[in-house]
T-cell receptor, first 112, second 113 residues
Framework: GAGVSQSPSNKVTEKGKDVELRCDPISGHTALYWYRQSLGQGLEFLIY????????KSGLPSDRFSAERTGGSVSTLTIQRTQQEDSAVYLCASSLVPIEQFFGPGTRLTVL | GESVGLHLPTLSVQEGDNSIINCAYS??????FIWYKQESGKGPQFIIDIRSNMDKRQGQRVTVLLNKTVKHLSLQIAATQPGDSAVYFC????????????FGKGTSLLVTP
């Protein structure tokens, strides 16, 4: 079956521009997560959605970051007025249970 | 603050040897500890988890040991193969705070022929 997919795989943008990153989770998975991975670092939790509950936004680093999950499926992570420190790989995961999360390949964001 | 961290950033082993990857943690309230494997250019992949009330769990070629006294977690890989070369992350979860995983920085495992 299909895994988690993310698009684009790579995104280069200029400082100050807005970007949208897309995640298609595994069908039927109720939970969806966004993480950020900087070069040579571990994963930093950003936000997660669980069913129809309000999302846990506790990991978002600033109000320039936001995310939506439409119809309990596809999710979009939006970064407004991008800064160079936003450069990282943005990983999306989905799961039925919190322990075993299935990750997509990530979107590599480069802010010039 | 609370953290999950790793003792060594890199580990090199010969094919066929056993590998041991270590992880220290500081949060005693964790419910689960999990190991993920990340190959170059890919997202992390779940390997094995252990509940906090256990001290050992075995999978296929892998064993996770949990020592709550010293807050230490290890992943043992038997008969390491070239395909095991990757970065390994330990992570922890506290169900009461939600579904997010708290990841450590990772250990790079290199398997040489």
């Amino acid at each position: 079956g299909a895994g988690v997919s993310q698009s684009p795989s790579n995104k280069v943008t200029e400082k100050g521009k807005d970007v949208e990153l897309r995640c298609d989770p595994i069908s039927g998975h109720t939970a969806l997560y966004w993480y950020r991975q900087s070069l040579g670092q571990g994963l930093e939790f950003l936000i997660y959605f669980q069913g129809n509950s309000a999302p846990d936004k506790s990991g978002l680093p600033s109000d320039r970051f936001s995310a939506e999950r439409t119809g309990g499926s596809v999710s979009t992570l939006t970064i407004q007025r991008t800064q160079q420190e936003d450069s990282a790989v943005y990983l999306c995961a989905s799961s039925l249970v919190p322990i075993e999360q299935f990750f997509g390949p990530g979107t590599r964001l480069t802010v010039l | 603050g609370e953290s999950v961290g790793l003792h060594l950033p890199t580990l090199s082993v010969q094919e066929g040897d056993n590998s041991i990857i270590n992880c220290a943690y500081s949060n005693s309230a964790s419910d689960y500890f999990i190991w993920y494997k990340q190959e170059s250019g890919k997202g992390p992949q779940f390997i094995i988890d252990i509940r906090s009330n256990m001290d050992k769990r075995q999978g296929q070629r892998v064993t996770v040991l949990l020592n709550k006294t010293v807050k230490h977690l290890s992943l043992q890989i038997a008969a390491t193969q070239p395909g095991d070369s990757a970065v390994y992350f330990c992570a922890e979860n506290r169900l009461v705070t939600g579904y997010a995983l708290n990841f450590g920085k990772g250990t790079s495992l290199l398997v040489t022929p």
